[in-house]
């Protein structure tokens, strides 16, 4: 008798193991035939008129414990406003990032490169870090430093390639 109850606890327990098994087979392949129908629509990469802007030139001023950055981005319609804001990130040195983001309305625009220009300003510690994310996505920021005697509201950037 207490070999039928061993034999009959084991097979339960064999059953309850298989059904587990079972049961977590079925769910991936359940969350796999979900991610395949979702991935056609994630696999379309969407293009934007601004993809081939991965790189910000802007002069850097740092006067009166305030950096400045002042420049201009080339933008693919006169319709395209470029707006920018800043978020310093509390540490030391302080890290900032300038976000740009483009604001257009209109329904038929000119498709003529036009420059949009910017100036942020951020009062952080002179050893602060800069980068630029332009549209949601991280794109390069070369900051080229300020000549001896120019000021931010008399600049013009003349930068080749």
């Known amino acids: 008798m207490p070999n039928k109850t061993a034999i ?74 470029l707006e920018t804001s800043v978020l310093v990130a509390e540490s030391f040195p302080e890290q900032v990032t300038v976000e740009f983001s483009v604001i257009n309305n209109a329904e038929f625009c000119a498709q003529v490169i036009t420059p949009q220009r910017f100036k942020v300003e951020a009062k952080v510690s002179e050893n602060a870090t800069f980068k630029a994310v332009f549209q949601g996505r991280e794109v390069e920021l070369n900051l080229i430093p300020a000549a001896e005697g120019e000021l931010p509201d008399d600049y013009e950037i003349f930068i080749k390639g």
């Open 8 to 81: 009959l606890a084991i097979v339960l327990f064999a059953f309850i193991v298989i059904g587990m098994f079972v049961y977590a087979y079925l769910k991936n392949q359940e969350n796999q035939l979900q991610q395949n129908q979702e991935s056609p629509m994630a696999d379309e990469e969407v293009i934007t008129p601004y993809d081939d802007i991965t790189r910000i030139n802007a002069k850097h001023f740092f006067i009166d414990d305030v950096h400045t950055l002042t420049g201009e981005i080339l933008m693919p319609t006169p319709c395209d406003l």
